[in-house]
Nanobody, 125 residues
């Protein structure tokens, strides 16, 4: 099983980035898959989750209206489109998957079956 993130980088405030999580070892419609982030000195928190069975999307209040999560079952990828980025969005972003359930809020490593290695997103002024 592998989750491989890509698409991070440096962007100015107000700009956009698109993160992608390439999944291998299971299908994206079998697991709940989400994006989490961890800023320096802060705990890891949930950003957005897409349900495995029905594809329902959930967002942290801080990103609602700016971020969109989607999945491509054929390509076995999950994407996070991030628009109107803010300085406070700067963090390492992780893709994670769980065969039962993922939750938003502060999470630990044990809160998901699998984690990717992370990709850095830096928003500058």
């Amino acid at each position: 099983v592998q989750l491989a993130e890509s698409g991070g980088g440096l962007v100015q405030a107000g700009g956009s980035l698109r993160l992608s999580c390439a999944v291998s070892g299971f299908s994206t419609d079998e697991y709940a898959i989400g994006w989490f982030r961890q800023a320096p000195g802060k705990e890891r928190e949930g950003v957005s989750i897409i349900g495995g069975s029905d594809g329902s999307a959930y967002y942290a209040d801080s990103v609602k209206g700016r971020f969109t999560i989607s999945r491509d079952i054929a390509k076995n990828t999950v994407t996070l489109q991030m628009n109107n980025l803010k300085l406070e969005d700067t963090a390492v972003y992780y893709c994670a998957a769980d065969h039962l359930y993922l939750r938003l809020g502060v999470v630990g490593h044990h809160d998901a079956d699998y984690w990717g290695q992370g990709t850095q997103v830096t928003v500058s002024s």
